[in-house]
């Protein structure tokens, strides 16, 4: 039985009840806040007139992005001009109702805009506030301009791929975003941490967030040897061992399966053999290890390899483009794609990696036009019909 399983049927939603206010764009602060759509929190997107920058990011069907999609489903949409009075004093009305703020811009836009942390607190003194940056809110480079990619060759983790790629002395180029996707990924964390600890003191805090330190915290052991004068040993380059039709990944990361794949290639005797016995001396040889590997595997098709190795425990798999990872019968079983709805027409989106026992992280069905729900949540805040309340009086007087 899978977990999901086990609830089938439950609605609840762990942050069932809690509002956030989303000011975040493009990828990392979006994350962040679908995350918490998903946990069943209810998240008001603050968007331009123009719309968020992702809306117009392809694919586009009939003019809607499914990409701003996937980081966005879920949200209600208010459009609002933050320069203007009557647009922060919308601002202010709507974090006195909110539990959790998220915004991305550079440090120090809200500050200008008198939406800073210090200001709103003064509305509402458990307001959660989490700001994502480059480089975090203070210090020399803290007003730099940074996106993804300038944050991975900032941080060395370019430099350190490229260290894994023998040969070679240009880094690569920068497709996938990972600072953004994993600094969103904190941003979720510390909000649910400051959650547990307002329940107990009461009292809502800032969360600094710096894509920065998020990359650095992916180069585990080149952080560490950075440290010390003495050259880390050679280490495993695990890579693309050739088959007669394709390429399969296959990780030896224990004695066992190090055993076991040596028997499944017909090299038992290299179990004892000097060059490979010990780890050490393995990452000393790891070049002619894997020669040997691939000596074997050249002579079997890549899915005959992956069932010898899955046969006899090996890690291994076929390098896989998205479409061919997406059909794969397990993420079926974990139901790991939900169709969800725009303006354009129905495409699917990926859940959250995890599953709860005791509580729902589906997302929501739909994906919410620009400013949709702006009349309804000014109407709610005492700011119907785009006209402000005269300072002293309140939404119940007006």
């Known amino acids: ?24 764009t493009t990828i990392a602060g979006p994350h962040c806040t679908r995350m918490l759509a998903d946990m069943g929190a209810e998240v008001i997107k603050i968007e331009t007139d123009g719309g968020e920058t992702m809306r117009t990011r392809p694919p586009l069907r009939n003019g809607c992005s499914t990409t701003f999609g996937q980081l966005n489903v879920g949200k209600k949409s208010v459009v609002l001009d933050l320069k203007s009075e009557d647009g922060k004093e919308a601002v202010r009305r709507l974090a006195a109702t909110a539990d ?38 203070t210090g020399p480079s803290a007003e730099l301009p940074a996106y993804a990619p300038v944050i991975h060759a900032a941080s060395g983790y370019d430099m350190a791929h490229l260290a ?14 990972h600072a953004d996707v994993v600094t969103g990924t904190y941003g979720f964390g510390a909000i649910a941490s400051a959650l547990y600890q307002r329940s107990v003191t009461g009292a809502g805090q800032h969360i600094d967030v710096s894509m920065l330190e998020t990359m650095l915290s992916l180069t585990l052991t080149e952080l560490q040897s950075s440290q010390f004068a003495v050259p880390p040993p050679p280490r495993p380059m695990f890579g693309p061992t050739e088959t007669a039709s394709g ?8 004695e066992k399966t190090f055993q076991a ?11 004892s053999d000097p ?6 001396a393995r990452r000393a040889n790891w070049a002619e290890l894997m020669d040997g590997v691939e000596i074997w595997s050249r002579r079997l098709s890549t899915d005959a390899c992956l069932r010898v190795l899955g046969a006899a425990g090996v890690p291994a798999s076929a390098y896989r ?28 989106v990926l859940n959250l990696p995890f599953r709860m026992s005791g509580a729902d992280t589906a997302p929501a069905r739909t994906v919410s036009a620009l400013g ?5 949540l000014r109407q709610e805040i005492g700011l119907a019909d785009g006209t402000a309340i005269p300072p002293g009086k309140t939404a119940a007087t007006s």
């Open 164 to 177: 894994y790629q023998p040969g070679r002395n240009r880094p690569d180029y920068c497709g996938i975003y």
């Open 275 to 280: 060059r490979f016995a010990t780890y050490a």
């Open 321 to 348: 483009s998205v479409s061919e990872a997406l059909a794969d019968p397990q993420l079926a079983h974990r139901q790991a794609l939900s169709e969800v709805r725009d303006e354009g027409g129905s495409f699917q």
């Open 247 to 254: 390429y399969v990944m296959i990780t030896i990361a224990s």
């Open 372 to 376: 949709q729900h702006t009349d309804a």
């Open 100 to 137: 959790i703020l998220v915004e991305n811009f550079r440090p120090g836009v809200m500050r200008r805009l008198r939406l800073d942390y210090d200001s709103l607190r003064q509305v509402n003194p458990r307001l959660i506030y989490c700001s994502i940056s480059g480089y975090g809110q």
């Open 261 to 271: 794949l040596m028997g499944v290639i017909g090299h038992p005797d290299w179990v």
């Open 1 to 24: 039985m899978q977990l999901a399983d086990k609830h089938e049927g439950t609605t609840t939603k762990a942050f069932a009840g809690l509002r956030v206010l989303d000011f975040s």
